[in-house]
């Protein structure tokens, strides 16, 4: 995938005076143009004027950074979702074109590394690049999971991709907690095919994937799938979940996670033959 992304409004990095202004304003508000310029010498200790300050600030409300009410000034909260919503597209973007990268030396090499962090990007790794690989017999895609995935947190953009990928999948999960019951519900509502307590079909340490004639094996950090299982398996109810908890989990944590993919249509069709069986209509 190839093309020019736009950034449509003006992001400032830390280094630069008006970074510096925003940086503060991210920490204390709302401020004076007097309070603004004191913490800027307190916590950067930059040499600039007040009147320079003052002027920035202006530059900043007529690019509608920041907002002025009476003599104080504070983020501009629209200002602030659209800078949250352009980090999620340029991630989604590199994402994108991160897996056609893959694709390509998949496509020549036979098999390919992908080093991914965290849940977000696995998560958008999978929906944009790996559910997406070429399947042109249309055959059936097939996940073996030690817990199912949560699509809690996940963008806008992801949810669409859910919706057109989804209906070919099959999930099959050795667990089945009243959590594990929950998330394959959710997938459910996608269009997903879920099997759960199939004991064999994960290890403690990778899930497996099957699209076409592709397979992925994702491999966690043993600590992050022990953290995963022992958040599935610690709620007795629904209502005890600790949905907090989980949102970190899946926003923060920034796992070391690798997926290994291989171009092997014997292995792909071993696995649907064996694990279709659990679904209506077999293979």
Known sequence: MSGVF???????EAGTAKGR???VLGKR??????????????????NTSYQATHKLLNQLIEENTVIKNGHQYSLNRDWIVKVKKLGSSLEDYYIKNSGQNYLEELEKHGTVNVSLTGIKETASFLINGFFRLPNPGKKPGICLWRNVYSII??????????????????AVSSENNPLDQMFAQTLSKYGMHVKLGVKEVATALNDTFVAGDYVGTIWFPP????????????????????????????TEEKAAINMVITKNPILAEQIREKYMTHFKGGK
């Open 6 to 12: 736009s950034v449509p409004l003006p992001v400032f």
């Open 21 to 23: 202004i925003l940086s």
């Open 153 to 170: 947190g996940l963008s806008e953009d992801h949810y669409d991709g859910l919706k057109e990928t989804l209906p070919n999948w099959h």
């Open 29 to 46: 508000f709302p401020l004076t143009a007097k309070q603004v310029f004191s913490e800027l010498r307190k916590e950067f200790g930059v």
């Open 223 to 250: 600590a992050f799938r022990e953290l995963w299982d022992k958040q599935n398996k610690a709620p007795a109810k629904i209502n005890e979940f600790d949905l907090q908890h989980h949102l970190e989990m899946m």
